[in-house]
């Protein structure tokens, strides 16, 4: 009996999933009980369009990173710049507003996407020269922004600042899509630059992976240690948040993770001496497993891979070749 064979992801599932997922994080962290952002139903249709643009141009993991992010930035700076330049907008216009640049963005790129397409899979290493395309779309862009800012739109009616956002909002899209090429080559640099440093992460993944364990076990045992030596003290050795009390082992593994970063946040502190110098003895244990990390990172990096040209064997010694003749 013929087993059924398992039924491949498709190439432009897994970008449309993630862009999804970090849209849906960002938008749960704007929409608080005071919340000036787009409404779910944007944010939903701008990740799906976005996300979509994988099936007509896959470009693997790295373009989807780079759109991904780019579509994070773009609703941070939409909530920051909105909440700042129109307060009182009324939340129909919101909608609209922010899917506005999104469609400017995608209709250009349905109308171009065969020359789009062809330039993206042309694409070689990162091209200094794509700064200038970008500067033709950033800095108009910018200029509606400053504009918004600095003209007193605040003062109007509610459903004037909201015309006004939209406006405004619809404006960037026609910047976006009259430079939709520079766009594109801006989400293509971002991807040969994610995917270079992928690359070498594979190389160090080894030496990060030990220096993280070595790290959380120093972590783990200075965090037991200061519960044990708290617990068999007769006084608490200890002021949290202003007050002396007993060391909880979560808290015990919250100060052992500050101290070794050296962040010192001041809600747990010690009042023994005894613990301080046990603290002061983690910092330096802490600072020399970062530079022991950092010194077989960059050897990773520098030793020969096999099977590339300067991994071959050394020759043999000048003495033992005359010798053998």
Known sequence: ???PRATAVPAWFTPLLLTLA?????AAAVADR???APPGWAIALAAAGLGGLHFLMPR??????GTTAGLGTYMALFV??????FPHAEAWSMGPAFLAPVGGFLGAFLMQRRRLRMIAE???PVDLRHLRRMGRWLVPAFLVAACCMAFPVNRLSA?????ALITGMAAIGVIVAASIQGVVLLLVDAATILEALGKRLAVVAVPMVAFTMVY??????FGAVYRIADDLSREPLFHISGASRWLAFPEALYFSMVTQATVGYGDVTPHDDGVRLLAAAQVMLGQLLLLFGFSELMRGRSEPKPGRPDAAEPPAHPRRNRSAE
């Open 80 to 85: 920051v710049i909105g909440r700042a330049a």
């Open 22 to 26: 970090f849209a849906g994080l960002v």
């Open 122 to 124: 042309r694409a070689g």
């Open 1 to 3: 009996m013929k087993l």
């Open 34 to 36: 005071n919340a000036w």
């Open 60 to 65: 693997g993991l790295h373009f989807a990173i």
């Open 159 to 163: 459903a004037m600042q909201g015309v």
């Open 216 to 221: 959380l076990i120093l972590v783990v045992a």
